[in-house]
């Protein structure tokens, strides 16, 4: 009973200090962001920095109020974008994934030819992608799944080949079928690799977004950046970006809480 109380206690302690270092670890990067706002501001004053080169950064926030942005709807059509490109390219990378998994006569065939176009520059899609598919949502949803769903599909096809050989044997000895041996034993053993496409991918899916609201589109914080552009309307421009990074940061947040709550810490990649 007293080894069993000592255990806990330290195991108590342990935690309590893993919290303080990472409290301490949030105090120190709000601290220097902010340290950082405040340098930016007080440079742009002292000398006098034109508007339309750098703006400060009260001038970037007094554009919020303005309705003529609308930053309402369009920070909530380019999150539309990102959002339904990852999952999409999530899913759709998973199920390859496991169809190569699956068969090595498919991986033959088609692996070669998937990395061949992702080798295309997505950007020199884009006129043939307005001809095929006209403006709108869809379109850039699809921009964005072409940059995401081979980071994911990469690193699942490798996690997949990382689970142990004997443990598929054993389902196999048990007659398992391929779906309970993939929901078993290839998915668990995948999960940190897919996590860790999944934060590459989270980060190219604003990249796909934005690129592909500033040649296919008539909404969205890009295209809002193409108009107000003409006008050197800078602190919009700098208000733009600033959306598009937060809403960045919240998807790349959330996979991280997924991936907290579903791994262990010591199965995390990263």
Not at 47 to 74: H, K, M, Q
Not at 113 to 125: D, E, F, R
Not at 166 to 179: A, I, N, Q
Not at 197 to 202: L, N, S, T
Request: neutral net charge.
């Amino acid at each position: 009973m007293v080894a069993a109380a000592e255990t806990q206690t330290a195991e108590d302690e342990s935690a309590r200090l893993e919290r303080r270092q990472r409290n301490r670890r949030r105090l120190v990067a709000i601290v220097s962001h902010l340290a950082a706002l405040i340098f930016w501001e007080v440079a742009v004053r002292a000398f006098e920095v034109p508007r339309f080169i750098l703006p400060a950064p009260s001038e970037i926030l007094a554009t919020l109020p303005s309705p003529r942005y609308d930053w309402i709807g369009n920070s909530w059509v380019t999150a539309l974008e990102i959002g339904g490109g990852y999952l999409l390219a999530t899913v759709l990378g998973v199920l390859s994934a496991l169809a190569f998994s699956w068969s090595r006569g498919l991986t033959m065939a088609l692996f070669p030819l998937l990395v061949t176009l992702n080798m295309i520059p997505k950007v020199a899609l884009g006129p043939l992608v307005i001809v095929w598919f006209s403006y709108g949502i869809s379109t850039n949803i699809l921009i964005t799944f072409s940059l995401c769903y081979f980071p994911i599909l990469l690193t699942t096809v490798r996690g997949l080949r990382e689970v142990e050989p004997d443990l598929l044997d054993l389902v196999k000895s048990l007659r398992g079928s391929r779906l309970q041996m993939f929901i078993y034993i290839q998915l668990p053993g995948a999960l940190p690799y897919i996590f860790s496409g999944m934060k590459v991918a989270a980060i190219l899916a604003v990249a796909g977004a934005v690129v592909g609201e500033f040649i296919a589109s008539d909404r969205g914080l890009g295209y809002l950046m193409i108009q107000v552009q003409a006008a050197l309307d800078t602190p919009a421009m700098f208000m733009a970006v600033t959306l598009i990074t937060l809403i960045g940061i919240a998807l790349y947040m959330a996979v991280m809480a997924v991936e907290h709550m579903v791994l262990p810490k010591d199965a995390r990649m990263s």
